[in-house]
């Protein structure tokens, strides 16, 4: 399609700034992107839309607008919804390299030029998918309750006679068609085994750098498997090093061998696998304010913040990852950490997107149940904040949220496929806490639980909060780091508690468990009343989550207070 023809469509709400006598290029594909150097997601002909996240000052245009040019992007079309006007500088730079430039309206999602460049583009390349994409654009602009990746597939069904699912890299079904209960032509649906084999081909696939689709038979059944890349990537182009983000990509899981297909009928697929990215680009737009949140509470705990700037920060938190939810919730961290062997490249992002998917039901369908997960990146590991309405039972490990344990149990095998060679995945659990002064605490148990998992065989592996307990501490050989995290952990709150209060709850803790936890040797020892000491001992009790009635959370006390 050319560029006039965006222009002239008024409900693209593009403007155009520079350019006027090169509106007859041709557009083959397009990219969203706010990194300052895209080339490598570029193969040429890409109408570029950006939200100018890229650029800090005047000088930034220059160098970015070269960029695009050499890699022979058609237009760069750039969103006022972050700074208003588009920049004078950028106007001047698109001016001096010849490149068209377009303002793109506050009011219209990135997602709709997408959408209507893929449409056009696919359209022109063949007739057969036509109608798919028509009847899917207008199912998608009809609500949220229309569209979906799900609607895409029920049309290649009725449309095309394809059988296709939407899986995540670990596995899980993200969407389905809807006649999949049952069989057609005496073929069973796909099951949970099959997502995780089909997911386990095509990471295996994809880290050794094979292009797709990807052809796999389970059980006498032959799937192609189409990736599925978010916006910082073309309709056609490779990433630099597949490992970027094979650990964050989708999948088309098509039942049909692509091998016998024209190349016609490939480039639709491709353009199917486009609408599905939108689908997964405005999943992510969503994740903007979880993430977010989490990076400001991840920020204040590592800094060091008051305890009540933390709590004010988690009151923000409560009411977005849990709607509805009338009291403060507890809370569990986990760390994860993706590694290379060589070393190379931030992980983080990639790490940060896979956690999110970790920290999923596996029974779970569609990308909605992420929704109260908040997840941050910092360096090369990624720290999620999960949220637990409610805790049965403090002692009941059934009740305690994420557990080690069964956290990696069902992304096992696709995981390991996909890190064979030169990856890792090493992810450690903290135990709940029930307050902001517990955070910090257990951030460093979550840390150091993932280092305990890193020391162990395998390319995925976990450790939880209770490898860190009591017995362990005994040996010789745990880091001070580890020490000081255990007696944080347990004696913060109270000594925060103290400190505003002047309750004198570590005092009264040493006294109790000096006199063996008698209730009435103990109040003589401190010359209070029994019910001021049983008044103590339960807040020690609510501020820390343990029972001073257990021999196991007498000892961790005991164990805490002479590590202090």
């Not at 593009?14 to 006598?21: H, Q, V």
């Amino acid at each position: 399609m050319r560029l006039r023809a965006l222009l002239d469509t008024d409900a693209l709400g593009l403007k155009l700034l520079g350019g006027e006598d090169e509106l007859d290029r041709g557009v083959r594909g397009v990219m969203t992107t706010d990194l300052r150097d895209p080339s490598r997601y570029l193969s040429g002909g890409e109408l570029v839309l950006t939200g100018l996240a890229w650029r800090r000052d005047a000088a930034d245009s220059e160098p970015f607008v070269r960029i695009l040019v050499q890699a022979g992007v058609a237009a760069l079309a750039a969103g006022e919804a972050e700074l208003g006007d588009v920049p004078d500088d950028l106007v001047e730079a698109c001016a001096r390299h010849r490149l068209p430039l377009f303002a793109v309206h506050e009011s219209v999602a990135f997602a709709t030029i997408t959408e209507h460049v893929v449409r056009q583009v696919s359209g022109e390349r063949a007739g057969d998918l036509a109608a798919v994409v028509d009847r899917h654009r207008r199912m998608m602009t009809s609500g949220p309750a229309g569209g979906g990746p799900d609607v895409v597939l029920d049309l290649l069904g009725s449309d095309l006679d394809l059988r296709a699912w939407v899986l995540s890299p670990t596995g899980r079904l993200i969407a389905a068609p809807k006649e999949t209960p049952g069989a057609r032509g005496g073929v069973p649906a796909l099951d949970t085994e099959a997502c995780a084999r089909l997911a386990a081909e095509h990471l295996a696939a994809v880290r050794t750098g094979r292009r797709g689709p990807h052809r796999v038979v389970l059980d006498r059944t032959t799937y192609s498997l189409f990736p599925v890349r978010g916006s910082g990537h073309g309709p056609s182009s490779e990433p630099a090093d597949p490992r970027d983000t094979m650990l964050a990509d989708w999948l088309l899981a098509v039942e049909a061998d692509a091998g016998d297909w024209a190349e016609e009928r490939l480039d639709l697929l491709q353009g199917v696998t486009q609408l599905i990215a939108v689908e997964r680009d405005r999943r992510d737009a969503a994740r903007t304010v979880r993430r977010r949140l989490a990076q400001e509470v991840l920020e204040l705990v590592q800094t060091g913040a008051a305890p009540g700037e933390i709590a004010a920060r988690l009151r923000v938190a409560a009411p977005v990852l849990l709607p509805g939810l009338g009291t403060a919730p507890h809370w569990q961290v986990v760390v994860a950490r993706v590694e290379w062997e060589d070393g190379r490249g931030d992980a983080g992002p990639v790490t940060q997107a896979l956690l999110e998917e970790v920290l999923v039901d596996p029974a779970s369908t569609g990308p909605e149940p992420s929704d109260r997960i908040a997840v941050a990146h910092t360096g090369d590991e990624a720290i999620a904040l999960v949220p637990l309405p409610s805790v049965a039972d403090e002692h009941d490990e059934a009740g305690a949220g994420v557990l080690a344990d069964a956290l990696l149990e069902s992304v096992r095998g696709p995981l390991t496929a996909g890190l064979d060679g030169d990856g890792r995945l090493t992810v450690g659990v903290s135990a709940a806490v029930h307050s902001a002064e517990g955070l910090r605490g257990a951030l460093e148990e979550a840390r150091h639980a993932r280092r305990v998992a890193a020391a162990r065989p395998g390319r995925v592996c976990a450790a939880g909060h209770q490898e860190l307990a009591s017995h362990v501490l005994l040996l010789p050989f745990v880091p001070d780091d580890v020490r000081r995290a255990f007696t944080a952990r347990l004696l913060d709150p109270l000594r925060e508690y103290d400190r505003r209060h002047r309750a004198e709850l570590i005092p009264t803790l040493e006294a109790f468990l000096e006199s063996d936890g008698s209730w009435t040797r103990c109040a003589t020892r401190l010359h209070l009343h029994v019910n001021t000491l049983r008044y103590r001992v339960g807040r020690i009790e609510q501020l820390t989550g343990r029972d001073l009635s257990r021999l196991e959370d007498k000892l961790d006390f005991f164990l805490a207070l002479r590590m202090s």
